[in-house]
């Protein structure tokens, strides 16, 4: 069983502040996904990284995927009381042919971003 | 362009009852997923398919039955119902993308908050 282990749980900041949520497992991913999620709603797919040490970048968001694709990073510049949700990374398992990539989820950062 | 539809976005039930969550997709995706979501442990994987008529175990089947008979359709059955249960359900599709960049991009039906009593 593949797992992801994401850090930190719960982040609380000001706004203007950066902050970064890790996600890191032992095991090689074929592809990691970043997701937000806001209450009562689905996640929304923000990024994906398929190449290891990749990095993407969205607005004030920065994506990375580790050289050995087994983790990644996300970096939030300047935060803003709008990035406030649920972040979700997810790994895709290596899959060849026609093989399903299932995901292995985080267990996800709440972050709160104060006025 | 609805995306992905579930119903019913919200369900008590008793323990021992049987019901049916539904899931849609209108973007004609191979790939459908049934995940539920707990407090403090994201998503795990219940059931997935690969193609109409083909379905497979993820992280936590035991409880929960599918069937693929359609493209667009991927309902999830709880046989009888345990507060265990207790969950919100999320129902998803995705693709392979191209053989260069396999991603399996989720896209994400609203969910439905189950709680069994």
């Known amino acids: 069983t593949q797992l992801l282990e994401q850090s930190p749980q719960f982040l609380s900041i000001q706004e203007g502040e950066n902050l970064t949520v890790y996600c890191n497992s032992s095991s090689v991913f074929s592809s990691l996904q970043w997701y937000r999620q806001e209450p009562g709603e689905g996640p929304v797919l923000l990024v994906t990284v398929v190449t290891g040490g990749e990095v993407k970048k969205l607005k004030r968001l920065t994506f990375q995927f580790g050289d050995a694709r087994k983790d990644s990073s996300l970096h939030i510049t300047a935060a803003q009381p709008g990035d406030t949700g649920l972040y979700l990374c997810a790994g895709a398992a290596n899959a060849g042919g026609t093989s399903y990539g299932k995901l292995t989820f985080g267990q996800g950062t709440i972050l709160t971003v104060h006025p | 362009n609805a995306g992905v539809t579930q119903t019913p976005k919200f369900q008590v039930l008793k323990t021992g009852q049987s019901m049916t969550l539904q899931c849609a997709q209108d973007m004609n995706h191979e790939y459908m997923s049934w995940y539920r979501q707990d407090p403090g442990m994201g998503l795990r994987l219940i059931h997935y398919s690969v193609g109409a008529g083909i379905t497979d175990q993820g992280e936590v089947p035991n409880g929960y039955n599918v069937s693929r008979s359609t493209t667009e359709d991927f309902p999830l059955r709880l046989l009888s119902a345990a507060p265990s249960q207790t969950s919100v359900y999320f129902c998803?599709?995705?693709?392979?993308?191209?053989?260069?960049?396999?991603?399996?991009?989720?896209?994400f039906g609203p969910g439905t908050r189950l709680t069994v009593t």
């Open positions: 998803a599709s995705s693709y392979r993308g191209p053989p260069v960049r396999r991603s399996y991009e989720q896209y």
